[in-house]
């Protein structure tokens, strides 16, 4: 991922210097376990511990002439060592140190995406309940269709990014595990103690079962949560986007004094953050699918998951922390126009509380299919002709039998569709 799209953070994690020290210390905690197994003299683990270093551009230097990244780093590292330089590395196969270490890489990226899920839902939690009483239209298909609460938009990505949290929980656990089990996974050459000490210290659970490497069904599973967790972002984009149309404006992104929206248009505010968040997420369901390619592998394992994982991995998880900083950002800042959601609900001359109208019209006695059609008759000729419906409706002699003028004026009243949204709230806790 491009240099300006990380936060410092995230991009420690996924350094090349940060990558090597998680080798290491992969290495140092083999070498104790094989100590205390009696394998190898305590003395030389000490050693190892104590003096084992490297250097990335010498590792980068010998990677050149052995064209093995792992070797390169052994090497690199002996040259830091004695005598004791035997014991490092002692037993193992490559993919022992580096799907390990890949692990608890995976692990630290995962806590910053999960840090920014925490920020997420207080942002929205805060616009849920400030705007829980605000009356907004509701659309389908595009259309207008009821009158609803703006604050359940805010609750309903609310609830989306709480079982994101908790995907994120789930998927991460599954990439908690390390294995040292050797070139097969059958420990032949390597005790499982030493597996089992050096996951203990690192934070991991064995793998039950592995060949040369860990099964990418696991990074699959989690490549698929981030890219979930960009479908949930980008639905939130979307949503800001549509909403911020010159013909709506209901919701508008920030804009910050000094933006600029166009070099050629002076006046435009445009939805650049909510586009990016959208255009970024197309690259995660990407990566997804690329992931799921990885988990079919020859025999005990070829390389052709490797390669794509150096560019999938860091990336998914740097654009995935990169978006979702961005719209904590948006929903924390959004402008939002009370006004224009009451122009809006009236933009269609009463039409969007047909509903309410059909349905006192069945309590006044009318069956449901005739009160329908009646409706339907009203609501047809306001679209046409531009008149307000409820002008309409009260020159229909049925709905002036059935309904007083009073009774009709009421159905006309949007605060009528927020009365359960309490009830809705409570549900999320709110």
């Avoid at 936060?7 to 140092?28: D, T």
């Avoid at 805010?154 to 995907?167: S, T």
């Avoid at 309409?392 to 927020?418: G, H, N, Q, S, T």
Wanted: charged share 30%; glycine share 6%; net charge negative.
């Amino acid at each position: 991922m491009i240099e300006r799209y990380t936060r410092p953070a995230m991009g420690r994690i996924w350094s090349l210097e940060n990558r090597y020290q998680k080798f290491l210390e992969v290495e140092i905690l083999a070498a104790e376990a094989w100590a205390e197994k009696g394998v190898i003299p305590r003395e030389a683990a000490r050693l190892i511990a104590e003096n084992a270093a490297f250097e990335v551009q010498r590792i980068e230097e010998l990677e050149l002439e052995t064209r093995h990244d792992v070797v390169a780093f052994t090497r690199a590292v002996a040259e830091s060592l004695g005598g004791e330089s035997r014991y490092f590395h002692y037993g193992l196969t490559s993919y022992d140190i580096v799907d390990t270490a890949l692990s608890v890489l995976l692990g630290e990226a995962a806590a910053l995406i999960h840090e920014g899920l925490v920020e997420l839902e207080k942002v929205l939690t805060d616009q849920a309940l400030k705007y829980k009483e605000t009356p907004t239209v509701g659309r389908t298909h595009g259309v207008h269709a009821e009158a609803t609460s703006l604050g359940l938009k805010f609750a309903l990505w609310l609830g989306e990014v709480r079982r994101d949290r908790e995907r994120l929980e789930r998927a991460a656990a599954v990439v908690r595990v390390g294995k040292l089990s050797g070139a097969v996974g059958n420990f032949a050459h390597i005790d499982p103690f030493i597996e089992e000490y050096v996951c203990k210290k690192l934070g991991l659970e064995p793998a039950p079962v592995s060949t040369q490497v860990l099964q990418r069904d696991r990074h699959a599973e989690f490549t698929g949560v981030l890219a979930l967790i960009g479908a949930t972002l980008e639905k939130m984009a979307l949503e800001v986007r549509n909403l911020q149309r010159t013909e709506t404006r209901e919701l508008e992104e920030p804009f910050y004094s000094g933006q600029k929206g166009s070099s050629a248009m002076p006046h435009k505010r445009n939805p650049v953050t909510c586009e990016k968040v959208c255009g970024l997420a197309r690259l995660l369901r990407g990566y997804a699918g690329t992931a799921l390619e990885n988990v079919a592998l020859w025999h005990e394992r070829d390389i052709s998951h490797s390669s794509v994982e150096r560019v999938i991995l860091p990336d998914s998880t740097i654009v995935c922390d990169h978006i979702l900083q961005e719209m904590v950002r948006v929903i924390r800042e959004i402008k939002v126009y009370p006004q224009h959601h009451a122009r809006n609900l009236e933009l269609t001359g009463g039409l969007i509380y047909s509903q309410r109208v059909l349905l006192e019209l069945v309590e006044a006695g009318l069956s449901r299919e005739k009160a329908y059609d009646l409706v339907q008759h009203c609501a047809m000729e306001s679209w046409e002709s531009g008149r307000l419906f409820k002008e309409i409706l009260a020159e229909e002699p049925e709905v002036r039998e059935r309904l007083a003028e009073d009774k009709l004026a009421d159905c006309f009243d949007p605060a009528y569709y927020l009365e359960r949204v309490d009830y809705i709230y409570r549900r999320l806790g709110l």
